[in-house]
């Protein structure tokens, strides 16, 4: 008995242990171990047999193609995930789920890393008995909360049982998500990637998803949203959500929905995606509308340096707009580029939320031929108080939308709207620019219940413009002098810098006050949509484009040197750190005039009229360069 007992010690620890599972489906068999790539499985059902342990790994040969669900039993740990990932070569594996409800499900279990593969799902969920497609074991797939059990997802993430951790996603290529054939219970309803959670509070079961990372992936071709993150039984409760979500160089297109919709979540990071042709209509399995990111009921939300395109369909169908319920969200440094809706959509019961620094060309084209409520015209901005589907109206706290650059070519009108009973809503430093000719730009702001803090903004050309009162505060109507002024329209950031010359440059109200980073109002965080730095002591310019100091030399990034007030109306205060020298300012107009010279650190600018002006000051071996804004 004694080398018997030895051999099942031996065989136990064996499996006990990290190992890596090789499968092929064009040189593999189900009766290999398939714990080497030269006898490596052979299906997917052979996979779904196993639990897997911390640290083990699941490759599936480069270019094989396999059908079916494919169930990921098992959980890792944060310093031992669970691997699944391809082998043999840079061609991706597929997975096509073939009808059942996932191609990848994980279910209850967490500390999984996925990378490295293509995945689609549009065979027919209808077996040949005429049975809805239900992996065996899968209880899932008939619970009523879970997506309904004709709905098709390429990765669907459930939890019921508990609150999950630790998941990374990368570079997988998702496509053709599509419940077939479709039926009322089924329409439109195909899923690139979701999380989906279910909480029982009754019985003090809070369950929700933290640490996802989704990185590198392309999402195409979806009946509907391409990433869903979703909890159930959660309503009313706003300090419970799931936590650090990062969704960075994703490529959404043509998704039938919208490309990313978080759903209860703080702390979420949108960075360097592409999102284009959301709402699309290329398959009739598609839902046929959607904004490229919405966030809804989400706390510490950054949406930035992405680019949302070519969104259509009614209702929303903004590049990215923020629904109803969310705190600290920004939507910065984006390029919105041709969405049916428009560019700024905010609805009601937000804190502090907005849109600051981005690139808007040709948004808001949609028209409202039929006079239906949701074929609803297309929107510069629009600030409205839904909340819900009832009657209440909500509105919203420290809504802002400032130094963001709008383009509107001739053959568009896009509104701008704000409803009443917004709350307290702050608009500055934008510039709108517009094409001559055409039909008039209507604007309506209602400020019944609303406080409304308007002011900064440059309008032209204002004469194709209907400005409501509201928006003329501190306005300025001139040609703010685009640096490409011919090529406006396209879909090149780079074609809406202004020129040195602009009267955009240094005329925008100053933004400071807070080194809170999440205090959008007080904080302006530092730098505009190109990169360049934003003063907390000089005026910014009106626009996404903050010119830096022309021709200085050796320019201070230091600190060495500040100087107040900024704007004046008199005398300039130089005050310098670490100098004690000899000090000279020659004072030039914004166009590079030479005006005059000042000796000493007290600039008088006290017999000039108003306007922006350049001081050189010359130390002892360098010159820097100040802007100040003359009242």
């Given amino acids: 008995m004694k080398p018997v007992f030895i051999l099942i010690i031996i065989f136990s620890s064996f499996y006990l242990r990290a190992a890596t599972f090789y499968v092929s489906s064009s040189t593999g068999n189900n009766n290999n171990n398939g714990l080497s790539a030269q006898f490596p499985f052979n299906s997917l059902d052979k996979l779904n047999t196993i639990s897997f342990l911390p640290g083990d790994s699941i490759l599936f040969k480069s270019g094989d193609y396999f059908q079916g669900m494919f169930w990921i039993k098992g959980s890792g740990s944060f310093q031992q995930p669970i691997i699944v990932d391809s082998y043999a070569g840079t061609v991706k594996p597929i997975i096509n789920g073939n009808g059942y409800q996932a191609a990848i499900l994980i279910y209850n279990n967490e500390h999984i890393s996925i990378n490295n593969l293509e995945i689609s799902n549009d065979g027919s969920h209808i077996d040949s008995s005429g049975n809805i497609k239900i992996l065996n074991g899968f209880g899932g797939a008939s619970n009523f909360w879970g997506s309904g059990k004709n709905v098709r997802f390429g990765v669907k993430v459930v939890a019921d049982l508990s609150s999950l951790e630790n998941f990374q996603l990368n570079n997988l290529y998702i496509h053709d998500i599509y419940p077939s054939p479709t039926d009322s219970l089924n329409n439109y309803k195909g899923y690139g990637i979701k999380f ?43 300090s419970i959500k799931n936590n650090k979500i990062e969704i960075r160089n994703c490529n959404f297109e043509y ?18 995606c592409v999102f284009n042709h959301t709402g699309s209509d290329i398959d009739s399995r598609m839902w046929k509308r959607g904004s490229g990111m919405w966030p809804f009921d989400c706390k510490n939300v950054v949406a930035q340096n992405n680019k949302f395109m070519n969104a259509h369909g009614p209702q929303d169908s903004y590049g990215a707009h923020i629904d109803f319920g969310n705190e600290n969200v ?50 510069i901005f629009w600030v409205g108080n839904f ?16 130094n963001n650059t709008i383009f509107v070519n001739d053959t568009l009108n896009p509104e701008i709207y704000f409803w009443p009973n917004i709350g307290d809503v702050h608009v500055y430093n934008n510039l709108i620019y517009v094409g001559s000719n055409g039909n008039k730009i209507p604007t309506l702001i209602r400020n019944t219940l609303n406080t409304l803090d308007i002011s900064h903004n440059i309008f032209y050309d204002s004469s194709r413009i209907n400005l409501d009162n509201d928006l003329l505060n ?87 040197l500040t100087h107040f007030p900024s704007p004046t109306i008199d005398k300039v ?25 000042c000796d000493g650190e007290i600039i008088s600018l006290i017999n000039l009229k108003k306007g922006i002006y350049i001081l050189k000051v010359k130390l002892e071996k360098e010159i820097k360069e100040l802007r100040v804004l003359k009242l």
Avoid at 262 to 269: E, F
Avoid at 522 to 533: A, I, L, M, W
Avoid at 585 to 591: A, Q, R
């Fill in 573 to 597: 205060y130089l005050f310098f750190k670490n100098y004690n020298g000899l000090v000279e300012t020659d004072i030039y107009d914004i166009k590079g005039q030479y005006i005059g010279h």
């Fill in 387 to 402: 909340c819900g589907n009832n009657q209440t109206r909500c509105p919203s706290t420290g809504t802002f939308i400032y």
């Fill in 330 to 379: 920004v939507f910065q440094y984006n390029f919105s580029y041709n969405n049916e809706g428009g560019f700024v959509e905010i609805l009601g019961d937000n804190i502090n939320c907005g849109y600051r620094y981005n690139i808007s060309v040709n948004d808001g084209y949609r028209v409202d031929p039929n006079n239906n409520q949701w074929d609803k015209k297309g929107k």
């Fill in 255 to 272: 998704t039938g929905g919208s490309g990313f919709v978080p759903n209860k979540s703080s702390n979420v990071l949108v960075e360097n």
């Fill in 474 to 560: 501190n306005a300025l109507f001139l040609n703010p002098q685009m640096m490409n002024s011919s090529i406006l329209g396209v879909d090149n950031p780079m074609a809406y810098k202004v020129q040195t010359n602009s009267p955009a440059i240094g005329s925008g109200r100053l933004i400071n006050g807070s080194t809170d980073t999440t205090n959008y109002l007080n904080n302006n965080g530092g730098k505009d949509y190109f990169g360049n730095s934003v003063s907390n002591f000089d005026p910014p310019s009106i626009g996404a484009f903050n010119e830096e100091l022309m021709n200085s030399i050796n320019f201070f990034e230091d600190n060495s």
């Fill in 196 to 238: 989906e959670s279910l909480s029982d509070t009754s019985n003090s079961l809070y369950n929700t998803f933290s640490n996802i990372e989704i990185t590198n992936n392309n999402i195409t071709k979806t009946g509907h949203y391409g990433i869903w993150i979703k909890s159930l039984g959660l309503n009313g409760i706003d």
